[in-house]
């Protein structure tokens, strides 16, 4: 029965893991589809004001060209009606002059004949009509102002949507979360020269697996990344899990994103597995306190170190200057100087906690137990306040000390008893 009870209890977890599954998928399909229709929407505005404004530029240039047309029509009319008007003017003087002659020659007397032929005469020599040029001065010709736009027609037949990058590959074999950052790296799928930059996405989640669409937080954007890897520094980790994805750039567009990758950081409260890291720091005016872990069991009342659910490091500095390691009512002391840091390193599935100088990664002291139950970072203060740093990874130079800290290990074996 009990057997049975424990098979139909898995089957209804794995159900449940499923389904849940399944709808952050149907919620994805659904935040997917409604972001084609708003990008769609956006490009084909964008579209229409691409387009909208090569119509305003051809308007343009159509405007510019037909006003150099009118002009030169203008111009070489104007020419031409002068021209007009010249010969016109001298044409009738001329025929003016050749009836005064024509009549001339019917004068009998000569002394008139002659008066007259020096008239003619003169009139010739001034007359107009023997000054015009008579080759226009334009002419009809308006070749110059045309235009074949074959190569422009051609060119547009070739517009085309612009070359957008393909997306990224997160490598998470290279991608390295330790000392407090995350190191991503990435590569393309194939060569692409033309690349500009990348743009680097994460945020922080309490979910394996897919990136969850409802309650999660905003995506933050490290952009103008210039290589195929990025470290991001100084982070707190405090979720359990954190979110990537990549995106290429050329001078134009971005492209698709990677498909994301999840992180594992393990920054979370209750201890039940794995290694974990935090760091303390007591305020000016703390007289006494207490940094270590318990079971929940711990009672209310109950001081960290005084009973066998609890493992602490114990610093006072009221009455008497001490500092000591406790565990269930034992005490050691501790030959070291207090640290104006303490970073506490707990390796649950290997049975230690130990305590670190955060600044020199000084051993101070270890615990060798066996976690019967999930443990919780505890802490006790009298007189004054601690500065907390929680969902640390474990610095590099702690797990290089805990391979070599056999022989330098303390025990709650060899701790003295404290007298009530």
């Known amino acids: 029965m009990d057997s049975q009870k424990e098979a139909l209890q898995r089957i209804i977890s794995t159900l449940a893991n499923k389904n849940d599954e399944i709808q952050n998928f149907i919620d994805t399909l659904n935040q997917t ?9 956006n490009v084909l505005s964008e579209l229409d004001e691409e387009f909208d404004s090569l119509y305003s530029i051809l308007d343009d240039v159509k405007e510019s060209m037909i006003s150099s047309i009118k002009q030169e029509q203008a111009r070489k009319s104007q020419e031409l009606q002068s021209q007009l008007s010249q010969c016109n003017s001298a044409l009738e003087n001329s025929e003016e ?32 009509a023997f000054r015009l040029s008579l080759k226009p001065k334009v002419s ?25 990058p393909k997306a990224p590959e997160i490598d998470p074999v290279e991608c390295l979360v330790a000392d407090n950052s995350v190191t991503v790296a990435w590569r393309m799928p194939e060569e692409d020269n033309k690349i500009n930059h990348f743009i680097l996405e994460y945020r922080k989640t309490n979910f394996d697996g897919l990136p969850r669409v409802k309650d999660e937080r905003c995506w933050e954007i490290i952009d103008n990344i210039k290589g195929t890897e990025y470290t991001l520094p100084g982070l707190r980790f405090d979720s359990k899990y954190m979110n990537f994805r990549v995106r290429a750039c050329n001078k134009a567009v971005a492209g698709e994103c990677s ?52 493992w602490c490091i114990h610093v006072n500095n009221w009455l008497q200057n001490t500092f000591v390691a406790k565990h269930n009512n034992k005490v050691k002391a501790l030959d070291v100087p207090v640290p104006e840091r303490i970073g506490v390193f707990c390796d649950f599935d290997g049975g230690q906690l130990s305590f670190y100088d955060a600044n020199s990664k000084q051993l101070l002291y270890s615990f060798k137990t066996k976690f019967a139950q999930p443990v919780l970072p505890g802490f006790m203060v009298w007189c004054g306040g601690l500065s907390l740093s929680t969902g640390m990874q474990v610095p590099s130079a702690v797990r290089t000390l805990q391979k070599s800290e ?10 003295n008893i404290v007298t009530q």
């Open 259 to 310: 498909d994301p990758v999840t992180l594992e950081t393990k920054g979370d409260t209750t201890i039940e597995s794995g290694q974990h890291y935090w760091e303390v720091k007591a305020q000016k005016d703390c007289k006494s306190y207490s940094v270590g872990v318990a079971y929940k069991t711990l009672g209310k009342f109950d001081q960290l170190g005084k009973t066998n659910t609890s």
């Open 33 to 41: 589809l409604k972001g084609v229709q708003e990008n769609s929407s």
């Open 97 to 128: 002059l050749l009836e005064f002659a024509t009549r001339s020659l019917d004068i009998k007397e000569a002394e008139e004949f002659s008066k007259a032929a020096r008239q003619i005469k003169d009139r010739v020599t001034m007359a107009s």
């Open 406 to 415: 056999n022989g330098m290990t303390g025990s709650s074996s060899s701790l």
């Open 140 to 164: 009809d010709n308006m070749t110059h102002l045309m235009v074949d736009f074959s190569q422009e027609r051609q060119m547009l037949q070739t517009l085309k949507f612009l070359p957008v």
